[in-house]
């Protein structure tokens, strides 16, 4: 991420721990969901020596619980493999356990984003806890694209990383106040697009009067439509949901642009 930080306290880690399987538990509120599928295609596969580590934390009860490693833990449950070697850490809360299974998700195979919101929450990370106050202020949540709930998990936290809340509850004030509630208008290209627009040039920028001039464009399906049309055609850019975003920040300049003078018009 960008402007957010994840910090855990030092602590003691014990690396190269034999744990019995029957050992662990999973806290849910610090994990992805578990993927059964995924676990089976593991354990069908499993070669024994090769199953590497799998990162733990010891509670202050004594209780062992899985901060990353889940599938590979089921995987081994389902194909009767006793014991797996762990890296246990002592001392964390489980918030903490929450802000290290996205420190080890980073760089590697990571989560889902609404996993990692839903643990970032968990772990109380400004960043998640940050967009979930905007998105609570809005009365909208996260997940399937509805009149209520935004689908762009990874697009609005990225607003907010990039830019800040503020941002982000500026974007969704100029989207319902051009779009009405809608599950097109929380669409991540158009959020992407007016979150972009709102972080490079929102000092310059009346969001009333951006909200009446990308509506005057057209709806939000249209708008879509658009900026499909454009990607697939090599219009601004090509491919890829960055390059959609980036369409539809460009699209926001035009109307923007629209009936302004050319030494008052923000660049596209």
Known sequence: MGGYAFHIPDHRVDYGVEVKISEFNID?????????????????KLVPGAIGTVIASERSNGDLYIVDGQHRWRACVLAGIPT????VHHGL???QE???????????????????????????????????????????TLGSSSTNTVGAVAGVLQIVDRYGAMVLDRTLTV????????????D?????????????????????????????MGSAAKWRSEILGQS????????????????AYRMVAIAWNKGRRAENRIEA
């Open 28 to 44: 849910p509120q610090a994990q992805r969901t578990l993927n059964e599928r995924r676990a089976q295609k593991i354990a069908d």
């Open 84 to 87: 797996i070697r762990a890296e």
């Open 93 to 95: 809360t489980q918030e």
């Open 98 to 140: 929450a802000i290290l299974f996205l420190i080890k998700n980073k760089e590697s195979h990571k989560p889902r984003p609404i996993d990692e919101y839903h643990v970032g929450l968990t772990g109380g990370v400004p960043l998640y806890i940050d967009t979930d106050r905007v998105l609570q202020k809005h009365g909208l």
């Open 175 to 186: 989207a319902e106040d051009a779009w009405a509630r809608g599950a097109d208008s929380w």
């Open 188 to 216: 991540g290209m158009l959020l992407g697009g007016i979150g972009m627009f709102l972080g490079r040039w929102g000092d310059l920028v009346d969001d009333k009067e951006l909200a009446r001039k990308i509506l005057s």
């Open 232 to 247: 697939s055609r090599g219009g601004f850019h090509n491919g890829g949901t960055g390059s959609r975003v980036t369409t």
